[in-house]
């Protein structure tokens, strides 16, 4: 026959401790808003003119694969529109 489990025994209630109050008042907490408020802005203004700056690099490269894409699409669509067993070869 097994042996029989134990229940655990409860330990005694303890009281949880009260945080203590915080030494800031609410203009503590409302000019430390307006601060972080104020690097969200800047941050986010170095963030689109560093978008910028990427596009403005980058804008004369995409519109180069663009137009390569374009013309090689349009050939490869000519080629295939043309009736089987005709060739075009010169």
């Given at each position: 026959?097994?042996?029989r489990r ?17 030494n ?29 700056k ?18 090689t ?18």
């Open positions: 026959m097994p042996a134990r229940s655990a025994s409860k330990a005694p209630a303890a009281t949880k401790p009260t945080p203590p109050k915080p800031l008042s609410f203009n503590d907490y409302k000019e430390d808003f307006k601060v972080r408020v104020q690097i969200h802005n800047y941050e986010i203004k170095e963030l689109l003119a560093d978008v910028k990427v596009w403005n690099f980058s804008e004369p490269y995409v519109k180069q694969a663009t137009n390569f894409t374009v013309k699409f349009n050939q490869v669509r000519e080629r295939l529109s043309e009736p089987v067993g005709v060739s075009t070869t010169d």
